[in-house]
C-alpha cells in the first residue's frame, strides 16, 4: 500500500511505478559504491427561469471528508519528501529517463515550434508527457531553456538550432522538470539556472522573487510567484510587446490544458490565489504547459460540465492531434478560460453543481477555494478510475 500511493505522489502512473520504487529501495540498501554519490546529491537536491445543473457522473460520487485535511495520506507526504529531499528521488528520476528514452526515442508526441518575428518557441517533448522547451533570440542566435528535464534531448534542440544556452528557467524542484540542471549547466559553463530560492532548485545560480525580469537579447521574461503545487513554484512569462507578438506563459505545473497541478506544499486559498495571478494576464496570452494531459483533463471537464460547448470543440481537436501522436500546446488563456473548470471557480454553474456553499462570513474567495479544493479531489477520483 504504501508503495502504491508513493507511486501516485510521484508521477500519479500507479502499480507499475511502485514496482520500479519498490526496487530502487531494494537496491539502494545494497549498493554501498553509491555513498558519495547520495552526498554530493543531497548537497543539490530539495527536501494542478435557470434550469437545474447537471448531476455529476456515478463514477465520481461524493465522499465527503474533514475539510482542512490535506488529501495526502501521512505516508504519502512521507514518500513526497523522499522524492523531494533525498537522493531516492533521483535515482527515481532516472530510471525513469531512461525507460522514457527507449520508449519514446523521438519523444512522446511530434511537436511544431512557433516563430514570432525573430523569436522561437521551440517545445521539446520529454519523459513520458512532461515538455521541456527552448526560446530563443533568432537574431542573436541565444536560447533560454524552461525546465530542461532531459539534458540529451535539449543539447541535440540546442545543437541542432545552432544557439548558445545562457539560461535555464526552472519553474520549482520537481526532478520531471530540474534533472538536467546539472549537466546542462556543467557543458555551458556561463550558463545561469534561475528559480525560487523557496524550492531548492539543483544547481541554482540566479535566485528570483516575483516579478523579477530576465533579459536575454531581445527577450523579456518576467517570472511570477504561483505558489501551491511546490512552495516556491514560479511560472514565466514571455512579454510579447519587444517582438510585437503574442505573450508566452511558461507554466511548469501550475497550470495545464484544461487542467491544474495538484497542491503537494500549499492549500486551496493558495493555489487559487495563483491561479488568479493567471487569470490577470491577457486573453490571447498562449499557454505552454509542462505536461501532455490535454485529453484526460478535457474527459473531466466533460464529467463536471457536460454542457459546455468550447469544451467539446476543443476535445474532438485534442483527439484528432493525439491519434496522430502530435502535442496539443499551445492554447492560450482565452480558451482555457472557456472550458478549463480550475480557472472557473466563479462560474455559476460549476459553484451549484459542485460549490459546497459560501464560507461562513459569506466570503467569495472563501467558497471558491472550496470549490477548487473539492475539483480536484475529483479529479484525482476520475484519474484512479
Given amino acids: 500500500m504504501a508503495a502504491v500511493v508513493a507511486a501516485t505522489a510521484l508521477k500519479g502512473r500507479g ?39 447537471e448531476p455529476l457522473s456515478p463514477e465520481l460520487e461524493y465522499i465527503p471528508r474533514k475539510r482542512g485535511k490535506n488529501p495526502m495520506k501521512a505516508v504519502g507526504l512521507a514518500w513526497y519528501s523522499l522524492y523531494t529531499r533525498t537522493w531516492l528521488g533521483y535515482l527515481f528520476y532516472r530510471q525513469q529517463l531512461r525507460r522514457a528514452r527507449n520508449r519514446y526515442p523521438k519523444g512522446h508526441s511530434k511537436t511544431q515550434p512557433r516563430l514570432f518575428n ?18 530563443i533570440d533568432t537574431q542573436a542566435q541565444l536560447a533560454v531553456a524552461v525546465d530542461p528535464s532531459d539534458p540529451r534531448a535539449v543539447q541535440a534542440s540546442i545543437e541542432k538550432e545552432g544557439v548558445t544556452l545562457v539560461a535555464i528557467l526552472c519553474t520549482h524542484k520537481h526532478w520531471d522538470h530540474s534533472g538536467g540542471n546539472r549537466d546542462l ?35 523579456q521574461i518576467r517570472a511570477l510567484a504561483t505558489p501551491g503545487h511546490t512552495q516556491g513554484h514560479l ?16 507554466s511548469g505545473d501550475l ?23 493567471v487569470l490577470g494576464l491577457g486573453d490571447d496570452t498562449l499557454l505552454w504547459p509542462g505536461h501532455e494531459y490535454a485529453e484526460e483533463n478535457l474527459g473531466f471537464a466533460g464529467v463536471v460540465e457536460p454542457e459546455n460547448l468550447a469544451r ?66 475529483l479529479k484525482d477520483m476520475h484519474k484512479s478510475k
Fill in 255 to 277: 497550470l495545464f490544458l484544461s487542467g491544474c497541478g495538484r497542491t503537494f506544499e500549499g492549500n486551496a486559498e493558495t493555489m487559487l490565489s495563483s491561479l488568479d495571478t
Fill in 185 to 219: 549547466s556543467r557543458r555551458h559553463r556561463d550558463c545561469r539556472v534561475y528559480g525560487s530560492p523557496q524550492d531548492s532548485i539543483p544547481y541554482l545560480t540566479h535566485p528570483l522573487c516575483h516579478q523579477d525580469v530576465v533579459s536575454v537579447g531581445r527577450l
Fill in 312 to 377: 467539446e470543440r476543443k476535445m474532438q481537436w485534442v483527439q484528432r492531434q493525439r491519434l496522430e501522436r502530435k502535442g496539443t500546446c499551445p492554447s492560450t488563456l482565452g480558451e482555457e478560460r472557456s472550458y478549463n473548470p480550475f480557472l472557473r471557480t466563479h462560474c455559476l454553474a460549476l459553484q451549484e453543481a459542485l460549490g459546497p456553499g459560501p464560507g461562513p462570513t459569506g466570503d467569495d474567495d472563501y467558497s471558491r477555494a472550496q470549490l477548487l479544493e473539492e475539483l480536484r479531489r
Fill in 118 to 135: 525573430g523569436v522561437k518557441v521551440l517545445p521539446i517533448p520529454v519523459l513520458s508527457d512532461n515538455y521541456s522547451y527552448l526560446i
Fill in 15 to 53: 502499480a507499475r511505478n511502485a514496482r520500479v520504487l519498490r526496487g530502487i529501495l531494494a537496491g539502494a540498501t545494497a549498493n554501498k559504491a553509491s555513498h558519495n554519490r547520495t552526498r554530493a546529491l543531497q548537497s543539490h537536491s530539495s527536501p494542478e427561469g435557470k434550469e437545474e445543473p
Fill in 235 to 250: 511560472v514565466y512569462l514571455l512579454d510579447g510587446e519587444p517582438y510585437k507578438g503574442p505573450s508566452c506563459l511558461f
